[in-house]
């Protein structure tokens, strides 16, 4: 759900311990576990896969300390695309190459790809029936609800900030996609560059 | 449902640019997805493509695949491998080069304005995708306010989206939608 930007921390009591600073694995992984890794992530990943990925990668497998993690994170994040795919092609990439970025994509969409297949498959025979209309109606009320906190909670910072331009263009990106319902790429390429020089001239 | 070549490519095609544009995670293109294959394609009504968005919430995984279940109802599976492969793959290689170019421009000047000059826009991304998700549902008063008391919880309290999702059904279930 709430796989947009930096959000706050996943409750992780162990990433404190913090043992050493030392490089955490000296072992390069196999492709075999690089799949099951990202398959494990994914799958376990409802509310977002970040928090997953954080557990899986910093505290159980130890492939990257804490810091590279957010750094490689950080970087994931303002790529285009899912942010969970970019760190999989990236860190697969490090680990083994090529083939590691492939193996690290399949083990992360190719479950779930599988299961929403089965999942449309039984929604084409049954879709009509009411009950199963209502609990749906129910499920996108609450995840769009799931996502105005999202919302809330990153334009607190945003909006506390002494500049408007980010308040300014957050609202303008409502108004064209969301409420006018243009095309994504149309206003991207107007708000987009006006945003990061915007941010430029505040560095 | 039936898969012409036609269709197929329009899909690939489509995901394909659109991918290049999803900044700030897979729920930021949601409105454009709902623009072009609800207004542009008539691909699906509104009130299927709330469903395939729900659906897409209860499947765990990036939020990405709700892609996977468009292509699927548009062209079958067929469609479903050829939308995911388009979503997937030009920013796959995209980050594959970037990743592997990386470590010269981590911290640097640019680098900040970038990142910090997107989070606004990714804010109104998600907020648009809450807008458009609340208006294709019907309207009743009861999704109203499951809609506001999620957000009010969810803001104040770390809440596991499932029990959301299961006491929202729960309510479907019982009629209330």
């Not at chain 1, 050493?20 to 690089?34: D, G, Q």
């Not at chain 1, 969970?84 to 090529?98: D, E, H, S, T, Y």
């Not at chain 2, 990714?122 to 499951?146: K, R, Y």
């Amino acid at each position: 759900m709430t796989s947009l930007s930096p959000s706050p921390q996943p409750p992780a009591p162990s990433a404190t311990i913090v043992p050493s600073p030392v490089s955490p694995a000296p072992r390069r992984p196999s492709l075999a576990e690089l799949f099951i890794t990202f398959a494990t992530i994914s799958l376990s990943g409802f509310g977002g896969v970040l928090a997953w990925s954080r557990r899986m990668m910093v505290e159980e497998r130890r492939w990257l300390t804490a810091e590279q993690f957010n750094e490689t994170y950080a970087l994931c994040s303002f790529l285009p695309g899912g942010n969970i795919l970019n760190f999989a092609v990236i860190f697969g990439q490090r680990l083994r190459g090529p083939l590691g970025s492939l193996v690290a994509i399949a083990g992360l969409m190719g479950p779930p790809m599988l299961l929403i297949m089965m999942i449309g498959a039984i929604y084409a025979h049954y879709g009509d029936l009411p009950v199963l209309r209502r609990m749906l109606t129910g499920v996108a009320s609450a995840a769009a609800g799931l996502m105005m906190a999202t919302v809330a909670k990153m334009a607190r910072p945003l909006f506390r900030n002494r500049a408007v331009t980010g308040p300014l263009v957050a609202i303008a990106t409502f108004v064209a996609i969301g409420i006018m319902q243009w095309p994504l790429p149309l206003v991207l390429a107007v708000i987009v560059p006006v945003s990061i020089a915007a941010a430029w001239v505040r560095l | 449902m039936k898969a012409d070549a036609g269709t197929i490519l329009t899909l690939a095609g489509y995901f394909a640019v659109l991918s290049l544009f999803t900044i700030g995670g897979g729920n930021s293109a949601v409105p454009e997805m709902h623009r072009f294959s609800v207004e542009v394609q008539h691909w699906l009504t509104d009130r299927q493509f709330a469903d395939t968005f729900a659906l897409a919430q209860l499947t765990p995984g990036p939020n990405l695949i709700i892609v996977t279940l468009i292509g699927y109802h548009v062209a079958g599976i067929a469609g479903a491998l050829v939308t995911t492969l388009a979503m997937c793959g030009p920013t796959g290689l995209f980050a594959f080069f970037v990743g592997r170019a990386s470590d010269r421009f981590q911290g640097s000047a640019w680098h900040t304005a970038l990142s910090r000059g997107l989070v606004p826009v990714t804010l109104g991304l998600t907020a648009s995708s809450a807008a458009v998700i609340v208006t294709t549902l019907d309207f009743s008063w009861v999704a109203a306010v499951v809609t506001l008391a999620t957000a009010l919880t969810a803001y104040f309290v770390r809440i596991h989206p499932l029990w959301a999702f299961a006491a929202a059904a729960l309510l479907g279930a019982a009629g209330l939608m």
